[in-house]
């Protein structure tokens, strides 16, 4: 028995509907291509047709035909085959969005057999239109432009959708939709967005906040943030955060989640050997992934059972402040997302840091200008008062013991009013909230040094307390000679480290105040200071003669440095001979 031929008729009927029996043949007849295309994927024909022409006999005669007609015919089914398999999802719509062909993607991610006829949103399950068109559809039918929106789904998945005309001019009724998934960029956009927030957050504080926390509040709170967006952000569990003190290389922990202590506890350098990835990344600034620690040489155990890490640098600007490392129990853990979110996040802890490191740095600031003012408001007036006490002191001595040791009572009350100051600055402004040229001051050999200085100028006396106290010392004056030598001699509790004179005091000349104290201090630590090398009477020559040390002498006006490499210098060498 023959089988009848079945004949696909694109067009030319009366009734896109018809069907019947048409020279022993089945004839089924559409209106659209789109319609041809889905029937031919579920369906088998003999023949196709377009406009009532044979295009294809039966596929035996499909070989052997080369008109072209017969070619157009073999386009379209290979086209419809290349469509079906493309790994986006393609679709032929209406001008009522209705579905007229779709390919097997589309179907997949709708998850039905089959979206021929219904509107396009409803067999996706209505999801929700993200713009930025938001009626792509209607846009490209009527303007005969493509346009295109991004779509979510309720499984919060994302797919961008671009729709196209299929024709040209005013006759427009068809669109070419083509429809891919993004869910992967938008999560990462969307992560981004979330680190980038994170990043400013991190030391955001309202001014009341800041005034009411102390140094170690802040540290702790900073600390407190970055735990909680590497671990609920970014999904990292095992960190741990190095600071570098950059006088030294050495890298201090900060933060450490997850790391066994001894490892938290290891000292650690900013060297690219023998200090495991941490040290390498400080040392270079490049970001390093441990894919697996087993056969890695850089890697020294942190966590318990790590198999990866990575490990990326706390830049600012050009500078490495320090080092964010995490680690995973499973082998090829991180991503090069993972990279790029790290590092990035990185970078918003490296400036919470300095901007938390400036805001402590302003505040010690501010507490040690106010120190420093009431200091020297009390400074000159308090060394009045000594000055007072041991001339007055010099007449009792050797008649009235109780007046004498009254007045030295004075003598040390004054001072440790001048100390207390010193000691509350200091609480106020730590060491550890002072910036790094503040502190290589503070903990120069001069620290609790005790210095004299000698001249009738009350803005010498003055300059020497600012300049002097400002790396640790303690500073008393005197106007003249016989004043200087009184403060020696009733000194003896406490000694000077170093007396500085002019060359020229209304009583006496350097030398001559030098000479006057050896008889209480052997040797003397003598510094001469002297106006545009003026020495009409030979003093520093004389001085040298007698055992000044040849650098201790201070040119005026003298900068900071000058005056503290000459007192360091004379401090040493008088240690050296007492030692």
């Given at each position: 028995?023959?089988?009848?031929?079945?004949?696909?008729?694109?067009?030319?009927?009366?009734?896109?509907?018809?069907?019947?029996?048409?020279?022993?043949a089945?004839?089924?007849?559409?209106?659209?291509?789109?319609?041809?295309?889905?029937?031919?994927?579920?369906q088998?024909?003999?023949?196709?047709?377009?406009?009532?022409?044979?295009?294809?006999?039966?596929?035996s005669?499909?070989?052997?035909?080369?008109s072209?007609?017969?070619?157009?015919?073999?386009?379209?089914?290979?086209?419809?085959?290349?469509?079906?398999?493309?790994?986006?999802?393609?679709?032929?719509?209406?001008?009522?969005?209705?579905?007229?062909?779709?390919?097997?993607?589309?179907?997949?991610?709708?998850?039905?057999?089959?979206?021929?006829?219904?509107?396009?949103?409803?067999?996706?399950?209505?999801?929700?239109?993200?713009g930025?068109?938001f009626?792509?559809f209607?846009?490209?039918?009527?303007?005969?432009?493509?346009?295109?929106?991004?779509?979510?789904?309720?499984?919060?998945?994302?797919?961008?959708?671009?729709?196209?005309?299929?024709?040209?001019?005013?006759?427009?009724?068809?669109?070419?939709?083509?429809?891919?998934?993004?869910?992967?960029?938008?999560?990462?956009?969307?992560?981004?967005?979330?680190?980038?927030?994170?990043?400013?957050?991190?030391?955001?504080?309202?001014?009341?906040?800041?005034?009411?926390?102390?140094?170690?509040?802040?540290?702790d709170l900073?600390?407190?943030?970055?735990?909680?967006?590497?671990?609920?952000?970014?999904?990292?569990?095992?960190?741990?955060?190095?600071?570098?003190?950059?006088?030294?290389?050495?890298?201090?922990?900060?933060?450490?989640?997850?790391?066994?202590?001894?490892?938290?506890?290891?000292?650690?350098?900013a060297?690219?050997?023998?200090?495991?990835?941490?040290?390498?990344?400080?040392?270079?600034?490049?970001?390093y992934?441990?894919?697996?620690?087993?056969?890695?040489?850089?890697?020294?155990?942190?966590?318990?059972?790590?198999?990866?890490?990575?490990?990326?640098?706390?830049?600012?600007?050009?500078?490495?402040?320090?080092?964010?490392?995490?680690?995973?129990?499973?082998?090829?853990?991180?991503?090069?997302?993972?990279?790029?979110?790290?590092?990035?996040?990185?970078?918003?802890?490296?400036?919470?840091?300095?901007?938390?490191?400036?805001?402590?740095?302003?505040?010690?600031?501010t507490?040690?200008?106010?120190?420093?003012?009431?200091?020297?408001?009390?400074?000159?007036?308090?060394?009045?008062?000594?000055n007072?006490?041991?001339?007055?002191?010099?007449?009792?001595?050797?008649?009235?013991?109780?007046?004498?040791d009254?007045?030295?009572?004075?003598?040390?009350?004054?001072?440790?009013?001048?100390?207390?100051?010193?000691?509350?600055?200091?609480t106020?402004?730590?060491?550890?909230?002072?910036?790094?040229?503040?502190?290589?001051?503070?903990?120069?050999?001069?620290?609790?040094?005790?210095?004299?200085?000698?001249?009738?100028?009350e803005?010498?006396?003055?300059?020497?307390?600012?300049?002097?106290?400002?790396?640790?010392?303690?500073?008393?004056?005197?106007?003249?000679?016989?004043?200087?030598?009184?403060?020696?001699?009733?000194?003896?509790?406490?000694?000077?480290?170093?007396?500085?004179?002019?060359?020229?005091?209304?009583?006496?000349?350097?030398?001559?105040?030098?000479?006057?104290?050896?008889?209480?201090?052997?040797?003397?630590?003598?510094?001469?200071?002297?106006?545009?090398?003026?020495?009409?009477?030979?003093?520093?020559?004389?001085?040298?003669?007698?055992?000044?040390?040849?650098?201790?002498?201070?040119?005026?006006?003298f900068?900071?440095?000058?005056?503290?490499?000459?007192?360091?210098?004379?401090?040493?060498?008088?240690?050296?001979?007492?030692?």
């Open positions: 028995m023959n089988k009848t031929p079945r004949i696909l008729q694109i067009g030319g009927l009366a009734s896109a509907e018809s069907s019947g029996l048409s020279d022993g089945e004839i089924l007849a559409v209106a659209t291509a789109g319609e041809a295309l889905a029937l031919l994927a579920d088998q024909f003999d023949e196709l047709r377009i406009g009532g022409d044979a295009l294809a006999e039966s596929r005669l499909l070989i052997a035909q080369q072209a007609d017969a070619l157009k015919a073999r386009e379209v089914l290979r086209a419809d085959e290349v469509l079906r398999d493309m790994p986006d999802g393609v679709a032929l719509i209406s001008d009522q969005r209705i579905i007229l062909w779709a390919n097997r993607r589309l179907e997949e991610w709708a998850g039905r057999d089959s979206l021929v006829g219904l509107e396009f949103y409803e067999g996706l399950s209505n999801p929700e239109i993200m930025p068109d009626c792509p209607h846009t490209a039918m009527a303007t005969g432009q493509p346009s295109g929106m991004t779509l979510r789904t309720a499984e919060n998945r994302y797919f961008q959708v671009h729709a196209a005309p299929l024709g040209q001019g005013q006759s427009v009724d068809q669109l070419v939709v083509t429809v891919s998934e993004v869910t992967e960029e938008i999560l990462q956009q969307q992560k981004l967005a979330a680190i980038h927030l994170a990043g400013r957050q991190l030391a955001d504080l309202r001014p009341d906040e800041i005034f009411l926390m102390d140094v170690d509040q802040r540290i900073l600390k407190e943030n970055i735990r909680h967006y590497l671990s609920d952000l970014l999904n990292f569990d095992v960190i741990e955060i190095r600071l570098l003190e950059q006088a030294t290389g050495y890298l201090m922990p900060l933060l450490s989640v997850g790391i066994d202590q001894e490892a938290a506890d290891r000292q650690l350098f060297q690219p050997n023998g200090n495991g990835v941490t040290g390498y990344v400080a040392a270079t600034g490049n970001s992934l441990c894919e697996d620690v087993s056969n890695d040489p850089l890697y020294i155990p942190g966590a318990a059972g790590a198999a990866s890490s990575l490990t990326v640098p706390l830049m600012l600007h050009d500078q490495v402040l320090g080092t964010i490392n995490v680690e995973s129990p499973e082998p090829r853990a991180f991503a090069p997302s993972d990279i790029q979110f790290l590092e990035i996040f990185a970078r918003d802890v490296a400036h919470a840091l300095n901007t938390l490191e400036l805001l402590v740095a302003q505040k010690a600031n507490a040690q200008q106010s120190c420093e003012a009431i200091h020297s408001a009390v400074a000159m007036p308090v060394d009045e008062i000594l007072d006490a041991v001339n007055v002191m010099e007449g009792y001595i050797g008649h009235k013991g109780e007046m004498v009254r007045l030295r009572r004075i003598l040390q009350n004054a001072r440790d009013i001048k100390q207390m100051i010193q000691e509350v600055g200091q106020m402004t730590p060491l550890d909230a002072v910036p790094a040229g503040i502190k290589s001051q503070q903990r120069s050999i001069l620290e609790g040094r005790r210095i004299l200085v000698v001249d009738a100028d803005q010498v006396r003055n300059d020497a307390h600012h300049l002097l106290e400002r790396c640790g010392c303690i500073v008393e004056t005197a106007h003249v000679g016989s004043e200087a030598v009184m403060m020696v001699r009733g000194s003896d509790e406490c000694r000077y480290d170093a007396v500085i004179s002019d060359i020229r005091l209304p009583d006496f000349s350097g030398y001559q105040l030098m000479c006057r104290l050896e008889e209480f201090m052997n040797p003397v630590p003598m510094i001469l200071m002297t106006g545009f090398g003026y020495d009409p009477g030979h003093s520093i020559v004389k001085a040298r003669q007698a055992g000044l040390h040849p650098k201790a002498v201070l040119y005026k006006p900068r900071l440095d000058q005056l503290i490499e000459v007192v360091e210098t004379v401090v040493q060498a008088n240690e050296a001979q007492h030692a």
